[in-house]
């Protein structure tokens, strides 16, 4: 399809559409073989997640009404992409950053009770939205989160993770946890983007806020437009610079 369409293996394997350029997305379609002109720029329109009603009297000019949509809604995203870049984010903090590369993942056919009980859970109807994975240092619970986080994330369901480390800089800190994990959000969901806290204060306040404005509002509003599962991998909390705090959280 690839080598067809043009488009990156990147997209075709799932990266969200939003973080190609919209000049990129266009040239997509630009050797698009369709029966009729105005499949070609109908085309467009899940491409820019953008509806709009079908008219197939417009000929030459049925790229006039999705380019203008298009423009619209850019611009509007683009409003949103300012206050969302000064978050203070982490990103080395993802499972699957640079840094992170070589962090080990289950083997195959291995964990497979524990790793069925956390996709049983996250995928049910289960009313806990928490699931906590303890057990003594050393016995392989950050595996079992990056293979978690590695499932997630090839299905697109994945909202986040924040892996911390003690004494690795910024990927230990707290106060960046929820700024980071909004960052990856807003990347991956844009129905939540629009609804995530545009206050550029909001670094500054407790972690409770952040949490509710970060992550819990947006995601409650944006129900029934994003994925019914969204999973957020939190792993070693307990080398965090104050993991006492979350227990207000």
């Not at 409003?79 to 000064?86: A, E, G, H």
């Not at 952040?210 to 792993?235: C, E, H, M, R």
């Amino acid at each position: 399809m690839h080598t067809t369409t043009g488009i990156p293996h990147q997209a075709l394997r799932g990266q969200p559409l939003s973080q190609f350029s919209v000049a990129e997305r266009l040239s997509w379609a630009k050797h698009r073989r369709t029966k009729r002109k105005e499949d070609k720029a109908y085309s467009l329109l899940g491409i820019f997640s953008v509806f709009l009603p079908l008219i197939y009297e417009e000929g030459d000019h049925a790229f006039t009404r999705p380019e203008q949509e298009i423009e619209k809604t850019h611009t509007e995203n683009t409003k949103f992409d300012r206050p969302l870049s000064q978050l203070p984010a982490t990103p080395q903090a993802a499972f699957n950053s640079l840094e992170n590369q070589h962090g080990p993942e289950c083997l195959s056919n291995t964990r497979v009770d524990i790793l069925q009980d956390i996709t049983s859970w996250a995928d049910g109807s289960d009313a806990r939205c928490i699931y906590w994975l303890d057990g003594m240092a050393g016995t392989g619970k950050s595996t079992v989160a990056r293979t978690a986080a590695r499932i997630y994330y090839d299905r697109g369901n994945l909202g986040g993770s924040f892996f911390f480390s003690r004494g690795g800089g910024d990927v230990g800190l707290a106060e960046k946890l929820f700024t980071t994990l909004a960052s990856q959000l807003a990347a991956k969901n844009p129905s939540a983007k629009r609804h995530i806290q545009e206050n550029q204060d909001i670094a500054l306040c407790s972690l409770r806020d952040q949490w509710n404005q970060l992550i819990l509002s947006p995601l409650s509003k944006a129900i029934g437009k994003a994925p019914a599962t969204i999973v957020l991998v939190i792993d070693a909390l307990d080398e965090c610079d104050a993991n006492k705090t979350f227990e207000s959280c």
